[in-house]
């Protein structure tokens, strides 16, 4: 063949060739150490995308430099080594979700840690990472989630769509407030939607989670419930995710209309595993040797706790974030950021719990910035006196120790408020329904317990509770309605308290004596 034809034969083929070219951006690794990869030639790389290794390791982009990128590794073979090729996926890190994970146990990637497979008919893929939803798209927050908790439900009431704090040393009951809260999820009542609850576990013991779960499931809690958790054994990548893929996890749900409860379990650690990120991709630290954008950290995650309006949707995401403090420091640097983000917050107090009070909450520093707006009409009747009697009681319980004579107004008020102290406490995993809550505290504060012992005010208020729903089905349906308690309901309520009374000889010692 002649060289004319040669390369006319050469150019037709190619020409014939069908090729398809895809941009791929590809960098090298340059160093490795404590699960941070930073890598070179990553040109178009984005804040927080996927980056696959030739390994098979998986990470993330958390830093962007002039020459290089810093990578976070979520999983990883731990062959990862200098002059490994990457490659940018163009994917913001994201989790599967879809109704499968109802009544599973998930890590921060979303798999499964449960022992069972996990199948996703047709996944959603969410961002770890979203814009919260603005205020045009928001409703207020006026629907009670109710926890079964009565000091709570009583006096710093949560509304679907709201954050509200829980906050106080170790070991004083606060992931028992979250637990007792999704239990009591079980119970639907006066028509609300069901709620779909997230527990998030951030680098606690997985002797800690085994037994939550555990108890999750014993109490058909996991029928409505998931559990994302990064332990204290998984990396610290895994545990800073956690969070994130529980919230968006949470936002699948909302955005279908579904109300959400999120719990994070808890932030302290999330702070510190954020912390030693930071460290090691030598971000700049600020006080206690945090980042300075730790405050906007949590900021964007408890932001995405909203109720949205019904144009967009109707659904909600409610959430308790927990902080630990030490040595009952509120003013610590964590502890100051989170309170001034979140709608409230439920102070539980080492000295009370110490003293037998359970749930051990500081009436005085706790607070609901929605307050009675999220609370019933005949809850919100009762839940003023309740409040500034059991106040009222702590401040004179403190006067009274430097052993001063008391006038009988005082007496009678002391009497008063240790009668409502002991109708607060409540047992751990007994969520009170709505009805229960307020013929306790209705009984409590109307006198109606004052000539009855102490000791007996939780065995009394049991059979009452069940005395009244057993015998008087109209009152129980009057309460029910979410109507206030008129003289006429009000003098009902006080005859049938009375009669409960008398048929069961409660109160004849003490007036007696």
């Avoid at 070179?40 to 982009?61: M, P, Q, R």
């Avoid at 997985?206 to 419930?225: P, R």
């Avoid at 309460?479 to 049938?496: G, T």
Wanted: overall charge negative.
């Amino acid at each position: 063949m002649k060289p004319e034809e040669i390369i006319q034969k050469i150019e037709k083929e190619l020409y014939s060739t069908q090729t398809n070219p895809e941009l791929v951006n590809f960098g090298i690794v340059e160093t490795v150490g404590d699960e941070i990869v930073k890598a070179s030639g990553l040109s178009n790389a984005g804040y927080y995308e996927e980056i696959d290794f030739d390994d098979g390791s998986v990470g993330f982009v958390l830093n962007l430099d002039e020459d290089f990128v810093s990578i976070v590794l979520l999983r990883t073979s731990g062959h990862v080594v200098r002059g490994m090729k990457v490659r940018a996926t163009g994917k913001v890190l994201n989790v599967a979700v879809s109704d499968k994970l109802i009544g599973r146990v998930v890590n921060a990637l979303g798999e499964p840690i449960d022992g069972a497979e996990l199948k996703h008919e047709k996944p959603a893929y969410y961002p770890v990472e979203k814009i919260a939803p603005g205020i045009i798209h928001r409703s207020p927050v006026e629907i009670p989630l109710k926890t079964g908790i009565k000091a709570i439900d009583a006096m710093t009431p949560i509304g679907r769509g709201q954050r509200e704090l829980i906050i106080g040393d170790r070991g004083t009951g606060k992931t028992a407030i979250a637990i007792d809260t999704i239990l009591n999820q079980k119970k639907l009542d006066m028509g609300l939607k069901r709620v779909i609850c997230i527990y998030c576990s951030i680098g606690q013991k997985q002797s800690n989670l085994a037994s939550i779960t555990a108890k999750l499931k014993d109490e058909g809690a996991l029928d409505y419930a998931i559990v994302v958790a990064a332990t204290s054994s998984d990396p610290v990548s895994m545990q800073y995710i956690a969070p994130l893929a529980a919230c968006a996890i949470g936002e699948y749900f909302m955005d279908r209309g579904e109300d959400v409860l999120i719990v994070y379990d808890d932030l302290t650690k999330h702070a510190w595993s954020y912390r030693q990120i930071s460290l090691l991709i030598k971000r700049p630290a600020g006080r206690e040797a945090y980042p300075g954008d730790i405050f906007y950290l949590h900021s964007r995650l408890l932001e995405r706790a909203s109720r949205m309006s019904d144009k967009n949707g109707g659904g909600s995401l409610t959430a308790l974030p927990i902080i630990e403090t030490q040595g009952n420091d509120l003013s610590a640097y964590i502890p100051t950021n989170v309170v001034s983000i979140t709608d409230g917050q439920i102070y539980l107090e080492a000295d009370l719990f110490n003293a037998g009070t359970r749930p051990a909450i500081n009436v005085g520093l706790s607070v609901s910035r929605v307050g009675g707006a999220a609370q019933t009409k005949s809850m919100k009747q009762l839940a003023g006196p309740v409040r500034l009697e059991l106040s009222q009681f702590r401040e004179l319980q403190a006067f009274t120790q430097f052993g001063s004579d008391l006038d009988e107004d005082t007496l009678k008020r002391l009497e008063r408020g240790k009668r409502i102290a002991e109708i607060l406490k409540q047992p751990q995993y007994q969520p009170y329904d709505e009805l229960s809550e307020i013929l306790s505290i209705f009984a409590v504060t109307s006198g109606l317990f004052d000539n009855i012992d102490v000791g007996k005010i939780a065995e009394i208020e049991r059979s009452l509770t069940q005395y009244i729903k057993k015998t008087y089905p109209e009152t129980v349906k009057k309460l029910s309605v979410n109507a206030k308690i008129d003289d006429a309901l009000r003098a009902e309520l006080e005859k049938e308290i009375q009669e409960f009374k008398s048929i069961n000889n409660y109160g004849a010692e003490s007036a007696t004596a």
